[in-house]
């Protein structure tokens, strides 16, 4: 596995994790700080491997789709 679908790997585990956590916060009627601050440094986390994953597309914008992503 490359590094890019290694990140794409992590991407998919942060995501189920932030999914999870935002459950538990749900059941828990929103009021956890241990749950939010999880939430907040996977989302950082997060938005880390989203910039490490596009530095390794380049210059390039488009992603094949056919949709200018800017």
């Given at each position: 596995m490359?590094?890019?679908?290694?990140?794409?790997?992590?991407?998919?585990?942060?995501?189920?994790?932030?999914?999870d956590?935002?459950?538990a916060?749900?059941?828990?009627?929103w009021?956890?700080?241990?749950?939010?601050?999880?939430?907040?440094?996977?989302?950082?986390?997060?938005?880390?491997?989203?910039?490490?994953?596009?530095?390794?597309?380049?210059?390039d914008?488009?992603?094949?789709?056919?949709?200018?992503?800017?």
């Open positions: 490359n590094e890019q679908e290694e990140l794409m790997d992590s991407l998919l585990n942060i995501d189920l994790e932030i999914i956590n935002v459950r916060l749900q059941k828990e009627n009021v956890s700080e241990t749950l939010k601050n999880q939430v907040e440094d996977l989302l950082k986390i997060r938005d880390e491997m989203v910039v490490r994953l596009m530095s390794h597309k380049g210059n914008p488009s992603c094949d789709c056919g949709d200018d992503h800017k």
